[in-house]
Each structure stands twice: as C-alpha cells, then as structure tokens.
C-alpha cells in the first residue's frame, strides 16, 4: 500500500500522539518561545494604566497653531500632572514656563533631576515618563514622532502605558488614526480638536537672485550637516558682513538657548541663524524668512541622499512668523531656484494627506527576562537579534531600529560581571557605540562599575579654554556627550558608585557655555 492522502489523514493523530509524549518539553519551550515573541498586544503590558478609564484628547494642527499651548494650559490647571517633550530643551522650557506661573514643577532628563519641594508637576524627556505615578493630566508632545523608525517606542510606551486620568496628545494630525486605534485597544475614550495656522505662511518666489548676499537679519538658513553650516555661515559672514548665530542638534541644550536668546535680541548684532533641522522642534525663534539650502538631506547611517520628508519641510517651514514674534508673517524660500518647486509641491499637501501608519515598540526587560530564561545560552545581543528577527508584529507596530542598541549590546557583552537587568540597562544609555571616543568612555565606565570601583570621571580631559576652530568645537561637542553619559550612567547604577556628580553637572555646564564662547569667538575672526 502506498502513501495516499487516506493514509497520512489515518496516521498523523498517531505521530502528534507519539511526538507530544516523546518531545513534550521540547514543544512546551516552543510554544514559550512564540508567545514571549508575540509582540502583537502591546497595550496590555500595562496593566496599571488598563485599570484607569482613560481620555485621550488629540490636539491637532500645523506649527504655530496653538494647539500645544492649550494642552499646557489643561497641565497647568491639574493638581497632579505630566509633560512628556520630545527634547531637553522643551521639558527645560516647560519646566521653567510652570514654576514661573507658580505650579511647583520638577525636571528629570537622563541627565539630570531637578526637584522642586511640594511638587504635583513633572516636565521629562518622553523616554524618562514614569509609569508609576498617577497623574491627573498628561501631555504628550509631537506624537507623529511615535512612527519614528529609532525613537518611536518612546511615543508608544507613554501612550499605551501612562497611569493619568486625561492624556492630552499634540502633533500634526498624521497620527490621529493610529492614535484613535491605539485608544480603542485600551478602552480609552477619543475626542480630537484640529486647530489652524495662526499667521500667514507664504512662499516667497523671488528666492534669492544673488545668492548668499540676500541673506538679512530674521533669516534663518537650513542646511542638513554640520559640514554644510559651517560652510554656510562662512559664506554668509563674507558676504554679508553680518554675525551669525548657530543651532544644531549636535550642540548641548544650553548652548542652543544660548545661541537662541542671542539671535532673537535685536540688539545683539547677530540676528541671522544658520540650523540644521533641529529647529522644527524645541526654541521659539523670531523667524521673517527659513531658507533651504537644498531640498535633499543624508539618509540616516549617512548612506546616500534622500529628499527632506514632507512633515519635516512644513514643521520647519512653519517656524517662520510664529504667533508673538515681531515677524506678523512668515516666508520661506529656497537657495536655489532648482529647488523652488519641490518646496512648493511639499507644502501644496494638505496635513491629513500625511500619514503615520504604524507605531514603534522596543522590547521591554519582562520580555528579554522571559527570553533568556527559555534561551540561557544567548547573550543579550544574541537576545535583541533573536527578538528583532523573530518578533510577531500586525501592521500597526513595528519593532525601532536596533542598529545601535545592537552595537552597544555587542561591546557590553565583552564587560564581565553584570547580570542581565544591569546590561539591559545599560545597553539603552545614550551613546553612539559607533564613536571610538564615546565606545571607550562608555567602557572604562561600565569596566569600572562591574568591578565594583568607584567610577570618576577624569577632569583632566577637560580643555583649558574655549575651542577656537572648528575641529575644537567638534572635540567639545564629543566630551559633552561623554559627560552626559557618565551622568546618565550615575542616575542608574547603585548610589555611590559614580561619585561627584555635582561636579560632574558643572563641567558639563562648563563646556555648554565654552562652546557657546566658541560659537560667537570662530564666527568673529
């Protein structure tokens, strides 16, 4: 007799049989496996906040529009309240805007954490939003960046798992209905309010006819590298005989709001900015006219050229003639004339023809545990490549980019004697562990703390003065981040192993107001 579909149908409840019997605990760790990967139902990895009834409010709207200014206001009135900021600067901004207005309010950033006694207020970095605490209020700014492919899963975290009564969301609208799906999962009521532009915003065809010579106070100019506006403000210098002033994302936060407060006092004699797109979000500028350098910008990982992304065009655009400047209009154009079209074509699309159509996520230490307790033969960068590759996802989550946290989790691994809750936390700290410099701080200091030493930073590396070129400017930026790290790093290992901070947080303050010098001092010679 010869295999027929009669006989395999006769024979397979025998062989599942024989199978569940001989290799039970092998299928058992199978089944393990694929639910510990199964990453389809984020929502209920919160359990705290599924206990609340939950309203989501999406304020909605281009730049300028007043929407974030009226989720502040609900946070401000609230006796218990949270502000999640995409940036430093903001939750500095917010931070110092409430305590003005008398509502007692902490900072926390990874780097620091400023307390305020009889506090009910926190302004944070959205990757810092506590998921213990019961606000009455929440606000969560620039929410379209929860589809962003490296920081998304902040976005998602604090949508899905914030513990507050009323969260109000603020962002373009790209994101309402992946919001209103998300809400919907959780059993949150939905309520969306869509506003519009306060100031006019137009186009301003003539450009510049002779180049760089056009360039005039108000104006800010958009390049997309730091090679390009250093490049800029030398031209613009020359050409003009104007001081300028300089914002890129490079930079420390205070030396931005120092180059901002500089740039918009009129009598300061440097009232034009050269940025990269770091100013779509974060500083209120008294912007007349955004120039684009070019329409094209590096792709991340610098492999290659793509064009500047339609939300990021307007957001930036939109930084022009901001309500309450001097400017009552905004204009933006471009450097050259070949660009003209591809601007106007960008800011042509209406808001709700964008789309944010999935949601970040990251994995979270629960499911690393559960991982290496099925797999304990994998490293944790063995661990995050597994999870990576083999994660379930339906069309609205996507797991960020890993790149980087794969790196880190690479050079962690060749640091002994830390437990797995000590890498996992670790291998989230802020560097890029494609830096040499920044690779070898980060392993001298994890090296230190593993072997139970005192972790100190060295202050001989701090430079004598105030960089006095470019390639100094670039070195001082890089030590900034290092000192950012080693202050990351003591607000999370265990109290008294990296002694010093204080000091620590006034060389840092040191090096922002350097590099501020520095800034003003190379633009002048």
């Not at 901004?93 to 509502?103: A, D, I, R, W």
């Not at 379209?144 to 109000?168: E, K, V």
């Not at 939300?311 to 471009?334: D, F, M, W």
């Not at 139970?452 to 070129?469: D, H, I, K, T, Y």
Request: aromatic share 8%.
């Amino acid at each position: 007799m010869g295999y027929t579909p009669a006989v395999e149908a006769l024979l397979m409840p025998y062989f599942l049989e024989f199978c569940q019997q001989q290799y039970k605990q092998e299928i058992e760790a199978y089944a393990a496996a694929v639910a510990t990967l199964d990453l389809r139902s984020p929502h209920t990895w919160y359990p705290y906040a599924r206990s609340i009834q939950r309203k989501i409010i999406y304020h909605g709207g281009p730049t300028n529009s007043g929407k974030t200014y009226n989720a502040l206001q609900a946070l401000a009135a609230a006796e218990r309240g949270v502000y999640c900021a995409p940036l430093r600067l903001l939750a500095m901004e917010v931070y110092e805007t409430l305590n003005h207005m008398g509502v007692y309010c902490d900072l926390v950033t990874g780097q620091e954490v400023l307390r305020v006694p009889g506090s009910g207020h926190v302004a944070c970095t959205v990757e810092m939003a506590s998921l213990g605490m019961h606000a009455d209020v929440a606000v969560i700014d620039e929410i379209q960046l929860i589809g962003d492919d490296q920081r998304g899963f902040a976005w998602s975290r604090a949508l899905l798992g914030l513990p507050a009564n009323t969260i109000h969301v603020c962002g373009d609208t790209s994101a309402v209905p992946l919001v209103r799906y998300m809400a919907a999962l959780c059993g949150d009521e939905f309520e969306l309010h869509t506003y519009e532009r306060m100031t006019p915003l137009r186009v301003d065809p003539a450009g510049l006819p002779n180049g760089w010579a056009d360039v005039a106070p108000g104006d800010a100019v958009v390049a997309f590298s730091r090679k390009d506006i250093y490049r800029a403000r030398k031209a613009i210098e020359a050409a003009t005989g104007q001081r300028t002033c300089i914002v890129y994302g490079a930079l420390p936060a205070e030396t931005r709001r120092q180059q901002a407060r500089l740039f918009n006092d009129p009598h300061s004699g440097a009232n034009i900015l050269i940025a990269s797109d770091a100013i779509g979000l974060g500083l209120n500028f008294n912007i007349r006219r955004v120039i684009f350098t070019t329409m094209q910008k590096f792709a991340r990982g610098g492999r290659g050229k793509v064009p500047v992304p339609v939300s990021l065009v307007k957001q930036i655009s939109g930084r022009a003639g901001r309500r309450n400047s001097i400017y009552p209009e905004g204009c933006v154009t471009t450097l050259h004339a070949r660009d003209l079209p591809t601007l106007q074509k960008a800011l042509a699309v209406p808001l709700e023809k964008l789309a944010t159509p999935a949601a970040g996520l990251a994995p979270e230490y629960e499911t690393v545990e559960l991982l290496s307790a099925q797999f304990p033969e994998l490293s944790l960068q063995a661990l995050l490549r597994k999870l990576d590759a083999e994660a379930r996802l339906d069309g609205r989550y996507f797991l960020c980019n890993q790149e980087q946290l794969l790196e880190t989790a690479h050079w962690l691994g060749k640091v002994p004697g830390l437990s797995l809750p000590e890498q996992f936390t670790l291998v989230n700290a802020p560097i890029d562990p494609f830096d040499p410099r920044q690779r070898g701080a980060f392993l001298e200091f994890t090296g230190a703390y593993a072997a139970g030493q005192p972790v100190l930073f060295n202050e001989g590396l701090m430079p004598a003065g105030p960089p006095a070129s470019e390639p100094q400017m670039a070195d001082a930026e890089s030590l900034h981040k290092i000192l950012g790290l080693w202050l990351w790093l003591s607000y999370r290992c265990e109290e008294g192993t990296f002694p010093g901070r204080e000091r620590v947080q006034a060389m840092a303050r040191q090096i922002s107001h350097w590099l501020n010098l520095g800034l003003q001092n190379i633009q002048l010679r």
